[in-house]
């Protein structure tokens, strides 16, 4: 199956997902099906997608998802001050700041040719 064309109402997709986000769930689940110990060592960079983000929030949404330990329900979000689209952006900003120590390691073993004992 050609996954670079992948219609808007493919079953990975009933969330009204974006198409570049439908079609990277689905080369994901693809390649997890073919290669069953295949790790995925760089999905960081997906997560932290403003469309994967949205994605995330309309699942969540859906499943009627209780507030969490801080007691912020959807409600909450929705009617604050920029709204769903301030909120995901603040997260998104949040991710990023975030410093994952496997990748310090890996770019300081790549830049002085050491393996990695991780």
Not at 18 to 41: D, H, M, Q, V, W
Not at 62 to 76: A, E, L, T, V, Y
């Amino acid at each position: 199956m050609e996954t670079n064309t992948i219609p808007p109402e493919t079953p990975l997709n009933h969330w009204g997902l974006s198409i570049g986000l439908t079609n990277l769930r689905t080369k994901l689940f693809c390649k997890a099906k073919a290669e069953p110990k295949f790790r995925f060592y760089s999905l960081f960079g997906h997560v932290t997608r403003k469309d994967t983000l949205l994605g995330a929030w309309t699942r969540v949404k859906s499943n009627q998802g209780s507030p969490g330990i801080d007691g912020i329900s959807f409600k909450d979000i929705e009617n604050q001050e920029g709204g769903v689209d301030n909120f995901l952006e603040n997260l998104l900003r949040d991710l990023i700041k975030i410093k994952l120590p496997t990748t310090e390691a890996l770019i300081y073993n790549s830049i002085h040719h050491e393996t990695c004992a991780t």
